[in-house]
């Protein structure tokens, strides 16, 4: 098992250029989800899926755009880069491990690099 | 807005000490309640998980939570210099998979 992919591991970006970092997980997870972290800071959910075809916002979407079209796969679409988006983006999945009572252990992907100039 | 509070540190504890790292956060709601590890320039590994109040023991670590207090804290035993880290908080809100609150850490450091 590879877990959770993401690339690229690095990338700079030009202010208003668009990509797309890539996720892939091979559990077999229902849930994936995409957070950002800034340095010295925790992390801030941008966007999960809590299965193909279903994603919804987190806490800070705005300037990001996701879809999960399989299971395994759920890219996250930078669209006009800012510098205010220059962070690490962690993907991450998970799955139930106690039904009703919340807990859902995340597994998360290496991390791509992000730096907008 | 649901929020998770940590000391950022650095908390600076001698090798083969006991280092208490503690967490607050402000949704009642919150069920469940996840330690992970972060080392410079890593993604974050699960420690622990706890979401009945009281202790929680694995191996070197415990988990304590007190909802009442809304406080949730976790004890490392026979600190090691490799538990240098940054340890996040995180909570689990409604109990459903939208996602965890994350604090913004406490940087351990286990002085040799």
Redesign the interface.
Known sequence: NAGVTQTPKFRILKIGQSMTLQCTQDMNH??M?W?RQDP??????IY?S?GAGIT?K??VPNGYNVSRSTTEDFPLRLELAAPSQTSVY?CAS?Y???P???????Y????TRLTVT | QKEVEQNSGPLSVPEGAIASLNCTYSDRGSQSFFWYRQYSGKSPELIMFIYSNGDKEDGRFTAQLNKASQYVSLLIRDSQPSDSATYLCAANSGGGADGLTFGKGTHLIIQP
Request: charged share 15%; proline share 3%; no cysteine.
């Open positions: 229902n849930y989800y957070y010295g800071m925790g992390l801030k959910l999960y809590v919804d987190g806490e962690f998970s139930s491990m106690k009703g009572q919340g807990l859902y252990e995340q998360f992907g290496p991390g």
